[in-house]
């Protein structure tokens, strides 16, 4: 079994930055984020698979970045020049088998 715990989220002015992470009980090697704000479904930010690939979704890429520190089972999502609309719960996700979910870190963007 796999557990995630995020942290990192707050509140934010737009254009400012923030960096959010996910201490994984396990090394994993395809990881990433979701989000979801309010009214409306759960969505992919950004997902990594060591020695394949990175997908972001559009509405976030030049601006988001995921990583990870496979060694000390770690996984990051870089945010900057956040904007309003980015407001949402931020989720760490893993597969491992089956898919896993932190319990989610508050983003707020304020104007």
């Known amino acids: 079994q796999v557990q995630l715990v995020e942290s990192g989220g707050g509140l934010v002015q737009a254009g400012g930055s923030l960096r959010l992470s996910c201490a994984a009980s396990?090394?994993?090697?395809?990881v990433g984020w979701y989000r979801q704000a309010p009214g409306k479904q759960r969505e992919l930010v950004a997902r990594t698979t060591i020695g394949g690939g990175t997908i972001y979704a559009d509405s976030v890429k030049a601006r988001f970045t995921v990583s990870g520190d496979n060694a000390k089972n770690m996984v990051y999502l870089q945010m900057n020049s956040l904007k309003p609309e980015d407001t949402a719960v931020y989720y760490c996700w893993a597969r491992w088998g089956i898919e896993y979910w932190g319990q989610g870190t508050q983003v707020t963007v304020s104007p």
């Open positions: 396990r090394s994993i090697n395809t």
